[in-house]
């Protein structure tokens, strides 16, 4: 990561502040609004043509068709919701095409990790003699997303 000053500063609040609240409310409710989706695409795709001119568009597209694609591809076989196609696609202009792979992969490991997680949880806490029709126990994604997401950006800046 070359940011430095304060375009980096506000690199990492713009990618705070939208997966932080992205995080809250798919917990919280289970969907994100197209709202912040929108938001978070219009401002990361501005703050990448302020700062980088038409380079940092051109990673920006490239970072949208990665992670927007990678996640239609999935919606569209019936994993994941129409919210986290948009967060990812969203949060895909801020990061850029290799950032994006990289979070999509961590962060699908992460999903994974932390779905075993909560069905073992589920399983040991609320197991009962009587046996129960077999519940999903998905994770919301906006969290190990924006786990990889931090923790790729931490790298990174060490």
Do not use: Y
């Not at 917990?27 to 700062?51: C, D, E, K, M, S």
């Not at 949060?91 to 992460?110: D, E, N, P």
């Not at 999903?111 to 806490?125: D, E, K, L, P, S």
């Amino acid at each position: 990561m070359s940011r430095t000053g304060l375009e980096l500063w506000l690199f990492l609040s713009g990618v705070a502040v939208f997966t932080l609240t992205a995080a809250i409310l798919d917990v919280r409710h289970r969907r994100i609004p197209n709202a912040l989706a929108v938001a978070g695409l219009v401002v990361g795709l501005g703050f990448r043509i302020a700062t980088e001119g038409l380079p940092g568009f051109g990673d920006a597209l490239g970072g949208f068709a990665v992670g927007f694609g990678s996640l239609l591809l999935l919606w569209a076989m019936g994993g994941g919701g129409g919210g986290d196609v948009k967060l990812m696609g969203a949060l895909s202009v801020w990061l850029g095409t290799r950032q994006t792979v990289q979070v999509l992969v961590l962060s699908s490991i992460l999903a994974f990790v932390f779905t075993a997680i909560r069905g073992a949880i589920r399983r040991t806490h609320f197991e009962t003699t009587t046996p129960r029709p077999r519940q999903k126990v998905a994770v919301a994604f906006a969290v190990p997303l924006a786990v990889a997401t931090w923790a790729l950006i931490g790298i990174k800046l060490m």
